[in-house]
């Protein structure tokens, strides 16, 4: 029997979990998406600079997410097994994948960024 199926057998990765945490994680990024967007139409930022400031504060809330949820859990979980660097980045215990955790977020919350960034330029400007 290998490590990881031994590691599976201790503690197996359940469906609903990932699908738990995949709608927790979407959930914070719409909500910080709206945030950003409201600021971004305050500041009255235009063009490339209010995309820029999405994808900065969008990157910065995913960073923030996983220092403070996922890495100490993985880490912990980890428990000196000899992993070392590869436990500090990983997220496949806790979501599907790296892209999903990284990057899927900057897609999701998009649409809802453009809407609020737009109408409180709007407001702003008006």
Do not use: C
């Amino acid at each position: 029997m290998s490590s990881t199926e031994r590691e599976l057998q201790i503690s197996p990765i359940v469906q609903e979990s990932l699908v738990h945490n995949s709608r927790t994680l979407y959930n914070l990024q719409s909500i910080t998406a709206s945030l950003f967007g409201v600021s971004a139409g305050i500041l009255g930022l235009e063009s490339y600079p209010g995309f820029l400031f999405y994808l900065v504060f969008s990157l910065l809330t995913a960073v923030l997410f996983y220092v403070l949820r996922v890495a100490p859990t993985s880490l912990a979980a980890a428990g000196g097994g000899g992993k070392g660097k590869s436990a500090l980045l990983d997220t496949s215990r806790y979501f599907r994948g790296p892209f999903e955790f990284w990057a899927g977020g900057l897609m999701n919350g998009l649409a809802g960024f453009i809407l609020t960034w737009t109408l409180f330029y709007g407001l702003v400007r008006a």
